[in-house]
Structure formats: structure tokens, C-alpha cells
């Protein structure tokens, strides 16, 4: 079954002629381009790295917002049925696109009751006009996924690329929204900035420098649970050398655009080339066999680690 752009069925898309062939994507894009980022507290909130997917429905009792952010060439994409207001969301790094797209659509259908009760609405963030087009690659992956997709998916937004654009410094293109949130219940979808993105995120972040390339579920919805792992990465022959170099060096050593990434990128990263370094083998030293798991604190918003 196919993907469903502007009512008509869609077979494949392009992203080279996507913009010319779909002109009203930018006018949807427009109100998101135009509001600020909301910063987001840690109450209700499910925060989703790259390479991971998570999602819920309206019922949850702890989680009423999911976000990512740090999205440069990466796109978020919010898969949500209009019915029961199932949601998830990933942010595609370009890796296993269509085993990413395929658990987005297992946990809204565990989370529906009845499919006939409305449809799958599909929104796409992220990616500018960079030039190596590393976005473009990353959309059309996406695209490819969705049109192979068993099911019938409804292309709602994408504000992607060309549409999230700005040209600044020397005439270099940034990113406009670099993160979004959800509201689970009521559907809507802003900009979003979240200081605090959970529990183990230097060990989650390690996953993509030398781990598999599997997007990993982190959610556990049926118990309210994040669950982190547990997961193995190889050892880092170069960590050390990375660790000595300056914050412009590593940006350049191990970014798809150096010069767009946010500020926290490289203290992001330098945790993360630490945990690879101190902790060569995760299985043993931190998940030990087993999942970390963690409730929400339903006051703070603090996650909880869960003592086994």
C-alpha cells in the first residue's frame, strides 16, 4: 500500500523535483518556520535521540510530549494516527530507514484499536540545502521506505530542505527548526529545544560512532518505561587522538556539517568519545546483560533508574 501525498497516491518521490512537484508544503511549513522554539521541561516528556524511536498514545500517564532535536542532515519524522492518537517518533540519521519506518508503524498499530477509525498522518523535519546533500540522501531514503510501506501513510508536512533553509554567515545554509515536539493528545507539533534529553545519553550518543546502525526503541509503553539497551559498540582505535583535538577539529572530523551544528554538539561528543574510551565494553561494565530501565517521576520529571 502506498504513500498518499495531497489525497492522490504517490508510487516514488524524488526530493530533486519534489519541491517544484508539491509547491504547498511550503506554505504549510510557514507557521512552523515562524515560531520560536519552545523550551521544553522534563515533566511528560519523552526525549528521542538520534537512531532511536519511541512513542505512546493519549492513555500514557507519564509521557505527554516526545521530541528530538539536533537535527542538521537528519530529518524527525512524527507518525501519529488521527483516530486514537497513537504517536511516535524517530530521528532518521539515515540508517536502516525502512526497519526504523516499520517500528513506528508496529507501536501506533499496538496502540490502536480499530485502524478504521482514521488514518496514518505522516510529518517530516529537518534537513536544509547543504551541500554535500547529505540531507537529500537522507530524505530520499525516507521517501523509498514510505512508498514500500504496507500501509497507507498521509504526507500532512515537510518542512525539509529547501523549506528549512536560512542562508547566514558568507551566505552558508543553516537549518531553520533544528528539534520539534509532539502533544501526544492533541496532535499539535511545535519547534522545541530540551535541555535535558534523559538518562545515558553519553552512552546512547556512542552508539553511533562504532554500534550497529539499528534504530532502537526506547520506550517501553505498557509499562511506562524508558529502557536504554542494553546494546554493544567496538572499541575506538582513535579515541584518544580524538579527545585531543580542538572543538573545530572534531567538528570537522566527525560531522555531516560542521558549520550548522548546534552549540552542545561537541560536549555532546566529547561524553560520548569518553564513555567509548572508559567503557570499551558496555555490556559488562554499565547494561550488564540486561536493559537499564527507568520511571518517570511523575512531580519532577525526573527519570528514575529501576534497581533489579
Not at 100 to 114: A, C, N, Q, R
Not at 145 to 155: P, R, V
Not at 263 to 287: G, H
Request: some cysteine; proline content about 6%; overall charge neutral.
Amino acid at each position: 500500500m502506498p504513500l498518499f501525498i495531497e489525497g492522490d497516491r504517490v508510487k516514488s518521490v524524488n526530493i530533486d523535483n519534489f519541491f517544484a512537484k508539491f509547491p504547498a508544503f511550503k506554505d504549510s511549513s510557514m507557521p512552523y518556520l515562524q515560531k520560536s522554539p519552545k523550551v521544553i521541561e522534563p515533566r511528560g516528556l519523552l526525549y528521542i535521540g538520534q537512531r532511536e524511536i519511541g512513542g505512546t498514545s493519549p492513555k500514557d500517564p507519564a509521557i505527554s510530549i516526545l521530541g528530538s532535536e539536533d537535527a542538521t542532515t537528519c530529518h524527525i519524522a512524527i507518525l501519529r494516527h488521527t483516530g486514537s492518537g497513537a504517536t511516535s517518533l524517530i530521528h532518521f540519521d539515515g540508517c536502516c530507514v525502512r526497519q526504523g519506518l516499520d517500528s513506528m508503524v508496529k507501536i501506533v498499530k499496538d496502540l490502536t484499536e480499530d485502524m478504521s477509525t482514521g488514518r496514518l498522518e505522516m510529518h517530516l523535519f529537518g534537513g536544509f540545502s547543504d551541500e554535500r546533500k547529505n540531507s537529500h540522501k537522507v530524505s530520499n531514503d525516507i521517501f523509498r521506505a514510505l512508498s514500500d510501506c504496507q500501509h497507507n501513510i498521509y504526507l500532512v508536512t515537510a518542512c525539509i530542505i529547501n523549506y528549512n533553509t536560512v542562508y547566514k554567515k558568507d551566505n552558508k545554509p543553516f537549518p531553520v527548526i533544528y528539534g520539534v515536539a509532539v502533544n501526544v493528545a492533541t496532535g499539535e507539533i511545535f519547534p522545541a529545544t530540551f535541555p535535558d534529553k534523559g538518562p545515558d545519553y553519553d552512552v546512547r550518543c556512542a552508539r553511533h560512532f562504532t554500534g550497529s546502525k539499528e534504530n532502537l526503541t526506547i520506550y517501553d509503553y505498557r509499562r511506562n518505561e524508558l529502557t536504554i539497551g542494553p546494546f554493544q559498540y567496538t572499541k575506538m582505535s582513535q579515541v584518544d587522538m580524538y579527545l585531543s583535538l580542538s572543538d573545530e577539529q572534531l567538528k570537522r572530523f566527525l560531522s555531516t556539517s560542521p558549520d550548522q551544528e548546534p552549540e552542545d554538539f561537541v560536549q555532546n561528543v566529547r561524553a560520548s568519545l569518553i564513555c567509548i574510551r572508559d567503557c570499551p565494553n558496555p555490556m559488562k561494565t554499565i547494561f550488564h546483560g540486561r536493559p537499564r530501565r527507568y520511571n518517570k517521576d511523575s512531580s519532577t520529571g525526573e527519570w528514575k533508574l529501576i534497581q533489579d
